[in-house]
């Protein structure tokens, strides 16, 4: 999905920022090498998504919406490096 929408878009997947809310996409965004933001905070999001993110080499520590439009803001400067956050 993410290579689909990277090419549909004509965007170089390491200008790719993702907001995902699922283990299953966090590796998905890693697959394509792109970073990405591992967010618990929406209300569908089971408790322990943290603790699971982070088994899988991801951190979830951002839990409101307010924190998005900062996160994206660092990652697009680089912020995160070639880390996933």
Known sequence: ????AAETLGVELARCLVVEDSIAGLNAARA???????FGGASHIPSGYGASAGRCGHHADHETYDELP????????????????
Do not use: T
């Open 70 to 85: 900062g996160l994206v803001e660092a990652g697009v400067r680089g912020d995160f490096g070639d880390v996933l956050s």
């Open 1 to 4: 999905m993410y290579l689909f």
């Open 32 to 38: 394509a090498d792109m970073k990405a933001i591992a």
